[in-house]
């Protein structure tokens, strides 16, 4: 028996950082189309010509970052005539701020001071593209989180037509974006709309054979043979499906592991996958909510309120009724933003057939999530009678 307890100072873990969120692989998996179209949309950069300005659409945990850091590694590895810089506007959200991260890696000096005007920021950036003969390639992570600040426009339009200001200057854009009811082309005022027009890449949701052979993937790099037995990894996909969100699965392992190692044990167990995933089938929950807009959070959050005090599936025009007594919102703008929450895989929105003749289809809300811990994930968290 002895035999099959960890010593205090063994691990499971061959090379822990395999199971990082922003971890890059070697090997990726299920998105080479994806790679290919974006490849050969930035490819005239490579030629000293402005790259074509690209979005990349999906959902949360889709594999649109990591494609992007894909690309991006390989054009610094082959080229110093296209500069690409990476933002997470989750982080840099402002034009300000955007333009700071720009001005430090095409500058290579430190981001300019607050005060700084934005003029003098962007002919530095121009005079040192100019200078140095290089075509500048801009991912926006998350740009639609641009877009609930406003800012989108004041980011895209300096971008898009540094040409006008500043002759010889070639800026591309690739558009990361994870909210499906966004559409960038048509949010973007027409000043910008008319230089942008952009190629769209769509990333769909993985499968459950997809998920499967990338998480063993990552379990051959990551953990010792046998850590994890091939029963255990089915159970792991399971338990990642239903969130659909490829993270949660990654983050499971790491956890199960985790939880292995600390009971001394040689092999992660059924107990230690079940137990780390109350903990990681929230990380779907946290990512979805960053994505939606402030009125879309008070909506799901008067959801998750009146499925504290019914507990049970809901009408959706009851829950319209409740929601609209805090939140001004059409029937129309509410069912949309249900049918959003419903493809984040936030909430179940089912049809049931009236009864009685005449009667039409009931739709009915059950919440994926328990919702007090939505609410306390969306910060509304209170106590209900």
């Known amino acids: ?21 922003d971890y890059v692989p070697e090997q990726f998996n299920h998105r080479d189309a994806q790679i290919q179209e974006l490849a050969f949309q930035v490819r005239p950069g490579l030629r000293g010509v402005r790259p074509q300005n690209t979005i990349c659409r999906g ?14 590694a390989e054009i610094e590895e082959t080229t110093k005539k296209l500069v690409p810089v990476y933002i997470n506007c989750q982080i840099d959200n402002t034009k300000f701020a955007v333009f700071s ?41 998350d740009a639609n989180y641009l877009l609930y600040e406003n800012e989108i426009n004041q980011v895209l339009y300096p971008l898009l037509r540094s040409h006008e200001a500043y002759p010889g200057v070639r800026i591309g854009v690739v558009a990361i974006v994870s909210d ?70 990654i983050d499971l392992l790491k956890r199960a592991t985790l939880n292995a190692e600390k009971a001394a044990r ?11 995933y109350e903990v990681s089938r929230y990380l779907h929950l946290a990512f979805s909510l960053r994505a939606l807009r402030a009125e879309e959070r008070e909506v799901l959050g008067r ?17 319209y009724r409740f929601v609209k007594e805090r939140v001004k919102v059409s029937y129309t703008k509410y069912y949309e ?37 939505v609410l306390e994930h969306l910060g509304q968290e209170q106590s209900f009678s």
């Open 266 to 276: 040689r092999s992660v167990e059924r107990e230690d996958i079940c137990k780390a």
């Open 1 to 21: 028996m002895k035999k099959n307890l960890l010593m205090w100072d063994e691990t499971l873990f061959r090379d822990p950082e395999v199971f990082e969120i």
């Open 303 to 319: 959801i998750a309120e009146m499925s504290v005090r019914d507990d049970r599936e809901m009408n959706a025009g009851d829950v």
């Open 180 to 249: 499906m009811s966004v559409s960038l082309q048509t949010e973007v005022d027409a000043r910008v709309a008319s230089v942008f027009r952009p190629t769209e890449i769509y990333f769909p949701p993985y499968s459950g054979e997809e998920i499967h052979g990338i998480l063993e993937e990552r379990i051959l790099q990551g953990l010792y043979p046998n850590v994890l037995r091939p029963e255990m990894l089915d159970l792991v996909v399971e338990q990642t499906m239903k969130s659909g969100d490829l993270r949660v699965g």
């Open 101 to 141: 991260q720009i001005y430090r890696r095409v500058t290579r000096r430190p981001p300019p001071a607050s005060g700084t005007s934005f003029k003098q920021v962007f002919d530095a950036i121009a005079r040192a593209l100019l200078r140095e003969e290089q075509v500048l390639l801009v991912a926006l992570d």
């Open 337 to 373: 933003m249900l049918q959003k929450f419903d493809a984040m895989r936030l909430l179940n929105l089912q049809y049931r057939q009236g009864r009685g003749q005449g009667r039409g289809r009931t739709r009915l809300i059950g919440l994926r999530y328990d919702p007090r811990r």
């Open 59 to 72: 959902l949360p945990g889709t594999g649109k970052t990591t494609s992007v850091k894909k690309v991006f």
